[in-house]
């Protein structure tokens, strides 16, 4: 028998990797709460909750027994045509807490196929209204994700390189602040008049993938209002912010103005499977619903809210908004500003901001490469001391799940604390 790391040199291709330079991959052969464990039992605190999945810890006891029950029932059957109690109980559970603009959910499979169903949806709306617009307005430095709408409104330009002549068309303003803001506005009135703008993408308070970049709901709320009045859809991005992240249950509750489209995926099933939602408000659905069958949204994926998935992503939301998680969130947000106020006096931290439970902070070293040599030493130096998590260049941020305990997150700190002392 080929061992586990001759068989995925043998035949995989990992993401985000280029195999040549950087071939280690380190088998994970279990997950348990907060930890995660190597072939040789090394333990690992998952400080950024696998991506920002695994928001209740790894393996929950809720989540096993609700998949379980639901694997013996009904696997999986086409959605189209066919409904199942778990798709609507899901459903009605989402609308329950989503903004309360927020109407239907449609189902798909992860967080790019979530925003690509956005963009469409917005495209859309303005096609069967008869007034045709081909833009897409969206921040600087944004991530949506990979597939080519999802690229196309994504500012990153390390992920799109290669495919930029291929993209819809897109526009872009920079993410408003305390010192730009009047002229990001400015900006976005000119750009207003100039193209014929479909929709707004943006991730709500928080850049992810920009490095947990956080920007003020003031700042947005002209933009957002901008938007309204111009009839451009807006899309709220919160595929990684959703699900309690930023302090709320989504980050568009703390924006007065509120979208008309929402994108989730990520923690949506608590790392347990793959799903994404993309929901909307009844204006949104009703300028879908005709008697001419070409105005519907003829969009599918064919595991589209799989039974399981969606069993899974019920017993997530019932977790969070259980007391006890919501006692856990807070506690972990108190934490991380007690750790803040010692973190923003140590002179190689810069920037040190937090939102909700996500804490991040730039590292004062010169490293411009986001996936460079620097960051995998930095990246190698956490893991040595039994933390996981994913600098992006000098930026290190953390999402830890929302059990974690005092100590857990006191090993987290000092591994930080440690770090700031070796560079
Ligand atoms: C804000 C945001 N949107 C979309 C995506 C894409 O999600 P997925 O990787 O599931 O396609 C991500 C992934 O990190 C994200 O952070």
């Known amino acids: 028998m080929e061992s586990i790391l001759k068989k995925d040199q043998n035949y995989i291709w990992h993401p985000l990797t280029q195999h040549k330079t950087q071939p280690e991959v380190l088998p994970i052969t279990r997950a348990k709460g907060v930890w995660l464990y190597d072939d040789k039992e090394n333990a690992y605190i998952d400080a950024i909750s696998s991506w920002y999945t695994s928001i209740y810890g790894h393996c929950h006891p809720k989540i096993i027994h609700a998949a379980q029950e639901q694997m013996q029932n009904c696997d999986q059957v086409i959605f189209s045509g066919f409904t199942h109690a778990p798709a609507a109980n899901l459903a009605e559970a989402l609308i329950g807490i989503l903004p309360e603009n927020q109407q239907k959910v449609f189902f798909s499979d992860n967080g790019s196929t979530a925003t690509e169903i956005g963009i469409k949806i917005a495209l859309q709306y303005h096609h069967n209204k008869g007034q045709e617009r081909h833009v897409i307005l969206a921040f600087e430095e944004g991530f949506h994700g990979d597939t080519f709408g999802a690229m196309s409104v994504s500012g990153l330009s390390v992920y799109n390189g290669p495919f930029e002549n291929h993209f819809i068309k897109v526009v872009r303003i920079a993410v408003p602040n305390e010192n730009n803001h009047k002229q990001v506005l400015s900006n976005l009135e000119k750009l207003i008049d100039i193209h014929d703008i479909a929709g707004f993408i943006y991730e709500p308070l928080v850049q992810g993938a920009a490095g947990m970049k956080m920007y003020e709901a003031k700042y947005l709320i002209p933009i957002l209002e901008l938007c309204k009045a111009h009839e451009i859809i807006t899309i709220a991005d919160e595929v990684m912010t959703g699900f ?149 260049g000098n930026t290190i941020y953390i999402v830890p799940p929302f059990i974690t305990t005092n100590k857990e997150l006191q090993k987290i700190y000092t591994s930080i604390e440690n770090i700031l002392e070796l560079v």
């Open 244 to 392: 309690g992240k930023t302090g709320t249950a989504f980050a568009s509750q703390q924006i007065s103005i509120l979208p008309d489209v929402i994108c989730l995926s990520k923690a949506l099933t608590a790392g347990f499977m793959p799903m994404a939602i993309t929901s909307c408000t009844q204006r949104i659905f009703d300028a879908f619903y005709s008697d001419d069958t070409s105005k519907g949204l003829f969009h599918c994926h064919t595991y589209t809210a799989n039974p399981i998935a969606c069993a899974v992503a019920k017993a997530s939301v019932d977790l969070l908004v259980s007391k006890s998680m919501q006692q856990h969130r807070k506690r972990i947000e108190q934490s991380h500003k007690e750790f803040i106020a010692a973190l923003c006096k140590h002179p190689k931290a810069q920037n040190v901001r937090s939102k909700g439970i996500i804490l991040a902070f730039e590292l004062q070293i010169d490293c411009k490469e986001r996936y460079g040599n620097t960051r995998k030493k930095i990246y190698n130096a956490f893991m040595a001391q039994g933390i996981y998590l994913r600098p992006l």
